[in-house]
């Protein structure tokens, strides 16, 4: 996750306001968490 948020940030640099990088850094946290689940779901299967 640190390695995604410091992604982000770099890549923040050209966004026009915080707002939009903290959309962006939400929705990587949801696709991280949905990852997860479905590794775990298939490794358990």
């Known amino acids: ?3 995604n948020n410091r992604m982000l940030i770099n ?3 050209g966004y026009a306001n915080l ?3 903290l ?3 939400k929705r990587m ?3 991280n968490l ?3 689940a ?3 779901i298939l ?3």
């Open 19 to 21: 707002r939009y990088l």
């Open 34 to 36: 949905e990852f997860i």
């Open 23 to 25: 959309l962006k850094a």
């Open 1 to 3: 996750m640190n390695g």
């Open 11 to 13: 890549r923040g640099r």
């Open 43 to 45: 490794k358990a299967a």
């Open 29 to 31: 946290v949801v696709a």
């Open 38 to 40: 479905v590794h775990r």
